[in-house]
Nanobody
Framework: QVQLVESGGGLVQAGGSLRLSCVAS????????MAWFRQAPGKEREFVAA????????YHANSVKGRFTISRDNTKNTMYLQMNVLKPEDTAVYYC????????????WGQGTQVTVSS
C-alpha cells in the first residue's frame, strides 16, 4: 500500500502564494506518476497538474498554467505544487494522487488540504 499526506494549505489573500507538499510512504518508489486535483464546494473534483515518473514531464490544467508549477523530489518521496498569483476561484480542497499506470487511472489518494483564497 501507498500512503499520501498533503500539507501546506491555508488562507491567503488573492495574489499571494502557497506551496503544497505531498509526502508518499509505504510501498512507494520513483516509478509512480503523481498529480494534484482539487475540489471546490458544490463542484466535481478536477485535474490541476501531473508529473510523469518516466521523464518528469509535467502537465498543467489551462486554468492554472503559468501560475502553478508541479515538481517532485524522488529522494524525499515528495511532490510539490507551487501556487502563485492565487485567485478566489482557486479555493478548494487539494488532493494528491499517485499511479503506476496511465493518467486516466489514479490508484492512491491523499486526504486533502484546504486552500482558501480571499478577495
Amino acid at each position: 500500500q501507498v500512503q499520501l499526506v498533503e500539507s501546506g494549505g491555508g488562507l491567503v489573500q488573492a495574489g499571494g502564494s502557497l506551496r503544497l507538499s505531498c509526502v508518499a510512504s509505504g510501498r512507494i518508489s520513483s516509478r509512480y506518476s503523481m498529480a494534484w486535483f482539487r475540489q471546490a464546494p458544490g463542484k466535481e473534483r478536477e485535474f490541476v497538474a501531473a508529473i510523469s515518473w518516466t521523464d518528469n514531464s509535467t502537465y498543467h490544467a489551462n486554468s492554472v498554467k503559468g501560475r502553478f508549477t508541479i515538481s517532485r523530489d524522488n529522494t524525499k518521496n515528495t511532490m510539490y505544487l507551487q501556487m502563485n498569483v492565487l485567485k478566489p476561484e482557486d479555493t478548494a480542497v487539494y488532493y494528491c494522487a499517485a499511479t503506476t499506470g496511465s493518467f486516466t487511472s489514479w490508484h492512491y489518494w491523499g486526504q486533502g488540504t484546504q486552500v482558501t483564497v480571499s478577495s
